[in-house]
């Protein structure tokens, strides 16, 4: 359903602004560069996810139909498991989560990747 995928990307992507918001101003502070480094490159993959996957919405509901719709799905899946280890990784995490994090960086690309060849098939 591509309104409940662009909901879904919408509410990420005020995640992702709140966070690069949070991460500028209650953690400057805090964390020192490369934690704060870390911290908002999260924030701005998961913008990217969020953006990308509003397009996809965008783009299925105007003419290619459901097929690409669960192509945003794993953009957004990505972008938040992406994003989340990098968040947990700035926050002291465990650095085990820098091995969960290409797993988000991959949905990601497979997504956008499915999504292109829906969408160069003219969604059929």
């Not at 509410?11 to 918001?21: F, H, M, Q, S, T």
Request: hydrophobic share 65%; charged share 5%; no cysteine.
């Amino acid at each position: 359903m591509p309104l409940r995928l662009a909901a879904a990307a919408a509410l990420l992507a005020a995640v992702a602004v709140a966070a690069g918001a949070f991460g500028a101003h209650a953690l400057a502070a805090r964390l020192d560069a490369r934690q704060l480094e870390l911290w908002q490159t999260g924030s701005r993959y998961l913008a990217f996810a969020a953006l990308g996957a509003l397009a996809v919405a965008a783009l299925a509901s105007s003419g290619l139909g459901g097929r690409g719709t669960g192509a945003g799905w794993l953009v957004l899946a990505g972008g938040a498991l992406f994003a989340a280890t990098l968040f947990g990784l700035a926050l002291g995490g465990p650095r085990a989560l820098g091995a969960v994090t290409p797993l988000g960086g991959a949905a990601m690309i497979a997504g956008l990747l499915w999504f292109a060849a829906v969408a160069w098939r003219g969604g059929s």
